[in-house]
């Protein structure tokens, strides 16, 4: 059973979508939503182009009319409906891509945060690595006094 409230070819009721269809600020987009019900209605209206150019060639002549019968109508149907499907791909293809960079760019502020912490991180390690450095560099000036006091300890 289908909720009547609910439209076929959007994922929202449809006073959401209609809502959505009068925004001016254009904050949200509906036009991936409506793609099937937009390529349906292209198909129809496809359809009717061919059938009535096949009832105009009949009207012109039996022959022509056979030949957009058999031959004519039906590439014109399918070239409309193929060229259809084509923009309509591109335009979903458009926003798919605009949405996987809202998805990519919230990825890279999640990497920026990761740098930054690593950044903080390595600034506390070679603060710690330049303290060790000057400790050895004390521990380095004081092994010779060291080994004065071994020698002297040694000749008593």
Do not use: C
């Amino acid at each position: 059973m289908t909720d009547s409230s609910r439209d076929d070819t959007a994922g929202r009721p449809r006073g959401q979508l209609f809502r959505a269809l009068f925004d001016t600020r254009f904050s949200t987009f509906i036009t991936a939503e409506m793609v099937p019900a937009i390529y349906r209605f292209g198909i129809v209206v496809s359809a009717l182009t061919a059938l009535s150019s096949i009832a105009l060639a009949f009207r012109f002549s039996w022959l022509a009319g056979v030949l957009w019968a058999v031959v004519l109508g039906p590439v014109l149907f399918i070239a409309m409906v193929v060229t259809m499907r084509v923009a309509l791909e591109f335009v979903l293809s458009v926003f798919r891509m605009g949405d996987e960079m809202r998805a990519m760019e919230a990825r890279l502020g999640e990497v920026v945060r990761e740098l930054d912490r690593a950044d903080q991180l390595l600034g506390r390690l070679d603060y710690n690595l330049d303290a060790l450095q000057r400790r050895i560099g004390e521990i380095h000036e004081e092994i010779p006094r060291l080994a004065f006091w071994r020698r002297s300890g040694e000749r008593k």
